[in-house]
Antibody, heavy 117, light 110 residues
Framework: EVQVVESGGGLVQPGGSLRLSCAVS????????MSWVRQAPGRGLEWVAK????????YYVDSVKGRFTISRDNAEKSLNLQMHSLRVEDTAVYFC??????????WGQGTLVTVSS | QSALTQPRSVSGSPGQSVTISCTGT?????????VSWYQHHPGKAPKVMIY???ERPSGVPDRISGSKSGNTASLTISGLQAEDEADYYC??????????FGGGTKLTVL
């Protein structure tokens, strides 16, 4: 059974930083693109970033470019999202998901990031 | 990249069929056969129901189907059941590197 578990969310002040992590098991992690998706309170899903199998290519939604960095450790089967210069509008539940452009096959339950003073 | 357009809500009685539309542009839905649909019960992990426009992952019943015509994709759920009540999101490849989601549709089983 595939398990995807996010961690690292919390309350942070505007301008602050936070690092999210995602642990994956039961899945050939190193063979697949991985993505982050978020859902702001009362809003729909928004794709945030994706990273190629070997970490060589990374892509971001325009609103987080230059502030967020996606990375992965294939040996540890983990995905990370380093977030800097956080804004109130970054407040959301952040989901880790397996897959990229074709579809997102396995998701976690998400971790809540709240940006507020 | 603008979100794909979905109706905010749809409803149906048990046993009936409902269809949820998802309208984009030639740069996303109309330009690629990489349309997927996700079921989301709030507080839970989203679940892929359809990928590649009309393919079902193993375990998804065949009363769930997808289609596409031009810039509009559709998800049809036949034989509605109480457990189908959830939020549904369409998603499409949008250009070389990105994905775009729809705004979500709340399905109510009456």
């Amino acid at each position: 059974e595939v398990q995807v578990v996010e961690s690292g969310g919390g309350l942070v002040q505007p301008g602050g930083s936070l690092r999210l992590s995602c642990a994956v098991s039961g899945f050939p992690f190193s063979h697949h693109t991985m993505s982050w998706v978020r859902q702001a309170p009362g809003r729909g899903l928004e794709w945030v970033a994706k990273i190629k199998e070997d970490g060589s290519e990374k892509y971001y939604v325009d609103s987080v470019k230059g502030r967020f960095t996606i990375s992965r450790d294939n040996a540890e089967k983990s995905l990370n999202l380093q977030m800097h210069s956080l804004r109130v509008e970054d407040t959301a539940v952040y989901f880790c998901a397996t897959g990229g452009l074709r579809y997102l096959g396995n998701w976690g339950q998400g971790t809540l990031v709240t940006v507020s003073s | 990249q603008s979100a794909l357009t979905q109706p905010r809500s749809v409803s149906g009685s048990p046993g009936q069929s409902v269809t949820i539309s998802c309208t984009g542009t030639s740069s996303d839905v109309g330009g690629y056969n990489y349309v997927s649909w996700y079921q989301h019960h709030p507080g839970k992990a989203p679940k892929v129901m359809i990928y590649d426009v009309n393919e079902r992952p193993s375990g998804v019943p065949d009363r769930i189907s997808g289609s596409k015509s031009g810039n509009t994709a559709s998800l049809t759920i036949s034989g509605l059941q109480a457990e189908d009540e959830a939020d549904y999101y369409c998603c499409s490849r949008a250009g070389t590197y990105s994905l775009v989601f729809g705004g979500g549709t709340k399905l109510t089983v009456l």
